[in-house]
């Protein structure tokens, strides 16, 4: 074990909160035994190397990348290639690497949309003359780039080869302990796509609270609306829950504080839209068979597409919003 | 070029589809922009099939069950309608006309209506112009 070289581990953020960064310091006391067997070369959050260091490394230099954050700049996208071309295992780390994540309900607004309201329209904004960012700007001192800002919110696999997938809003730590004493101990890794550190079956396996086969409802809640008794099923209160249709492996950890489940996991294997599954399961649940109440009952869920695709809209079969010109 | 809509149809096997092979045999004449998926149930009609038409460039699609109160297997129409509801808010989210959506009730035995509902359905869809999801998931910027 003395003489054994040290794992090369670098972890970059894209469009990221920095949550997942922070899920890895949560290691606590286990951060022994991660330096023990690992050298950090490369980490924004913590570490002060830069891009041209990174850029100076051999490729394949670097044993192991966890990338967390989407895509959403042309930024993001040079450093995902890059970070590809010197590693040997690219790690998809986190719900938005994965399947986009929170920034990716931006794809519900085009480019122009996100600005005019950032740049132009937002109440703490003053810009008389209107100035958007622009890639490329001319300066007496010469000329200023900047990242190019993306249409689309994109997926780490979409830009780059992605070798495993940790899901997560953020992962959570033990599970990136498993994964990560795995790999160090040189375990035998699963089949390259595989998502990791999370199991194939539905939360509502792990999920204790109390089942009935009775799912049926009148009247769907927002969490804040209703005295949850603590015990009973999420849905079967009327609560939007995402655990039947999300990876178990978090260990309930919402559903155990009292909030139904997000979905930040994403979809068990085999589903190929997760928000799709959700909606079909959920207005079956639906006590009623008038077409009018029914349409009564889906005004309660307020935003379908925000909380069906929490998580996961830039993997949607619909990833983004259509603009359809006028015939 | 003109354009021409096409319309994808899930039609119930027991009801719906009976009642469009009753407007072919009786030779009625309809809209040629329907093309028709034959399913057991409208209840089995699952959400990602309808977003996976739009996808694949479906100008509309349209879900034809038996009537309610008729179903083969009792409750699949009743679900099918649970979820188009639910459907046509989270389509109108992403930017797709609620008419491109429709679920109507067609019997065995109502091959006029079901012949009626094409052609009216293709002039609704003709007149909202092509759609656009498949070009805009296509475009990667």
Redesign the interface.
Known sequence: MENKPKLKVAIYWGAACGGCCVSVLDVHEKLFDVVAVADLVFWPIALDIKYHDVEEMTDGHIDVTLFNGAVRNSENERMAKLLRRKSKILVAYGSCAHMGGIPGLAN?STREEIFKRVYLESESTLNPDGKLPRPECDMPEGKLEIPVF???V?TLH?VVDVDYYIPGCPPQTERFVEVFMAIATGAELPPKGSVVGARDKSQCDECERKKTDNKLVKKFYRPWEIYDDGETCFLEQGVICMGPSTRSGCGVRCIKGNAPCRGCYGPPPGV??P???M??S???M?D??E?EE??KV?ED?M????T?YRFSLPV???????????? | MEYKPTILAFLCNWCSYTGADLAGTSRMKYAPNVRVIRVMCSGRVEPTFVLKAFREGADAVLICGCHPGDCHYHEGNYKCLRRYHLLKKYIQQLGIHPDRLRLEWVSASEGNIFARLIDEMTETVAKLGPCEVRKTMETIN
């Open positions: 519900f993306y249409n689309d994109l979409n190929s839209d928000g799709a599954k909606m079909s959920i207005a079956t639906i009623e068979k077409s029914i349409g889906i869920i935003d379908p597409a925000g069906f949607a079969l619909l990833r983004k919003k259509s603009i359809q010109k006028e015939n």
